[in-house]
């Protein structure tokens, strides 16, 4: 069966790319971010290098239609960063999702008023999911992520105007 692929889009407003990117590429802190994460945890290896792990909870969902929820957990592993480019690439090693074969990339992009953070995935076909199901929960995410990473910025720069 073919892999399903998708895109996400994320535009903030008066944020730099050199002001986002640190905060995305801290792999350990996504759950600072992403909204259906409650905590990042790190396994094994070193912030910001290939190879380095961490352990993500969050999101329920019913399992075996029992009607019973579950909290969603998984292994991600950071597959590739270039901090020049402003991009990095993990995957999903285990858990309980159902993401089986999930990579993914994320890259901010400079834009005119701000900046961008774009999201490709490619997973195999997830169970009692439908693609556009899947791309909304990626695209959701991605912009509330932007919307908090917007006010943090916003935050911080009134803090230092006074």
């Known amino acids: 069966m073919a892999?399903?692929?998708?895109?996400?889009y994320a535009k903030l407003a008066g944020c730099a790319d050199e002001q986002v990117w640190p905060l995305l590429q801290d792999f350990f802190g996504l759950d600072k971010w992403f909204p259906t994460l409650i905590t990042c945890?790190?396994?094994?290896?070193?912030?910001?290098?290939?190879g380095c792990v961490h352990f993500?909870?969050?999101f329920?969902?019913?399992?075996?239609?029992?009607?019973?929820?579950?909290?969603n957990c998984t292994k991600q592993k950071l597959l590739s960063i270039d901090p020049?480019?402003?991009v990095f690439s993990y995957s999903i090693?285990?858990?309980n999702v159902g993401f089986d074969s999930y990579v993914s990339t994320v890259i901010v992009l400079p834009e005119e008023q701000g900046c961008a953070?774009?999201?490709k995935y490619e997973v195999k076909p997830v169970e009692g999911w439908k693609l556009e199901d899947f791309d909304f929960f990626i695209g959701f995410g991605l912009q509330v992520m932007a919307r908090r990473?917007?006010?943090a910025l916003q935050l911080f720069q009134a803090s230092m105007d006074q």
């Open 93 to 95: 090693e285990e858990g």
């Open 3 to 8: 892999k399903w692929e998708g895109k996400a």
């Open 84 to 86: 020049n480019e402003m």
């Open 117 to 119: 953070i774009e999201w």
């Open 149 to 151: 990473m917007e006010a």
């Open 56 to 58: 993500c909870a969050g």
């Open 41 to 50: 945890l790190p396994v094994e290896g070193v912030l910001g290098k290939p």
């Open 60 to 71: 329920k969902t019913l399992v075996d239609g029992s009607g019973k929820e579950a909290m």
